[in-house]
């Protein structure tokens, strides 16, 4: 204590008053911007037109219901989704009953709610992982809920926690999906979810990724 107390004396005071005179000389990028959470816009996908559209801030609060909570997770799917279909492994051929075939290495999404009608069958399913009850999970997308049989799984590379969204492929044995294995959805760059949505401003900065777009090949015009 007391070598801390030393060293914050008269040259603890000078370099503090060398490190604010570094921070406030130092330039700040003009690409650098600091963004409010509070002033960010609020995008919700629209499954039925594939965009994303805005949301209104009256439909927005600090402190949300149990609806909001539920709500907030269906939109995380949702966007989850839309940038899975985007990846050349997914074939967005149809959202019922689809499969996994192991020898072109394509995964078809189905979804919980088709999984009964399917059984003996390996199927892909993007859901969250949930536990309703004390050490009993389950696999829930909008549709609906399974009991999630993780014993003999083998995992891919990440951290798998509740309520987070899962691949899983498996098949429904007695009311229960065995999953034999689980990952996590792929990402994709940024340049991808640019092409997606190009004038969609995720960001409220004032500007679209299409007219960023336009001002970059204005820049390489001049060059």
């Known amino acids: 204590v007391k070598l801390l107390e030393g060293s914050a004396g008269a040259n603890g005071a000078e370099s503090s008053r060398g490190t604010s005179a570094l921070f406030d000389s130092a330039p700040v990028p003009a690409e650098l911007v600091?963004?409010?959470?509070?002033?960010?816009?609020?995008?919700a996908y629209n499954e039925q037109l594939r965009q994303y559209t805005l949301r209104s801030p009256s439909d927005l609060a600090y402190f949300g219901t149990a609806d909001d909570k539920a709500l907030?997770?269906?939109?995380?799917?949702?966007?989850?989704?839309?940038?899975?279909l985007r990846n050349e492994q997914f074939a967005p051929r149809s959202d019922t009953i689809l499969s996994v075939?192991?020898?072109s290495h394509a995964f078809e999404l189905t979804t919980i709610d088709s999984l009964l009608g399917s059984?003996?069958?390996?199927?892909?399913?993007?859901?969250?992982?949930?536990?309703?009850?004390?050490?009993e999970y389950y696999l829930e997308d909008?549709?609906?809920?399974i009991p999630l049989q993780l014993e003999n799984t083998e995992l891919t590379t990440g951290m798998?926690?509740?309520?987070?969204?899962?691949?899983a492929e498996g098949?429904?044995?007695?009311?229960?999906?065995?999953?034999?294995g689980l990952g996590l959805p792929p990402a994709?760059?940024?340049?991808?979810?640019?092409?997606?949505?190009?004038?969609?401003?995720?960001?409220?900065?004032?500007?679209?990724?299409?007219?960023?777009?336009?001002?970059?090949?204005?820049?390489?015009d001049l060059v």
């Open 34 to 43: 600091v963004l409010s959470a509070a002033d960010l816009p609020h995008y």
């Open 72 to 84: 907030m997770f269906r939109e995380r799917y949702l966007a989850i989704k839309d940038r899975l």
């Open 101 to 103: 075939n192991h020898e």
């Open 119 to 135: 059984p003996e069958r390996t199927v892909c399913v993007l859901g969250m992982i949930a536990q309703f009850e004390e050490g």
């Open 142 to 145: 909008p549709t609906g809920a």
């Open 160 to 167: 798998f926690t509740e309520n987070s969204f899962v691949l």
């Open 171 to 180: 098949g429904v044995e007695d009311g229960i999906f065995h999953a034999s």
């Open 188 to 220: 994709e760059t940024r340049e991808e979810t640019r092409r997606a949505h190009p004038r969609v401003d995720f960001l409220g900065t004032g500007t679209s990724s299409s007219s960023k777009d336009d001002f970059s090949r204005k820049c390489e």
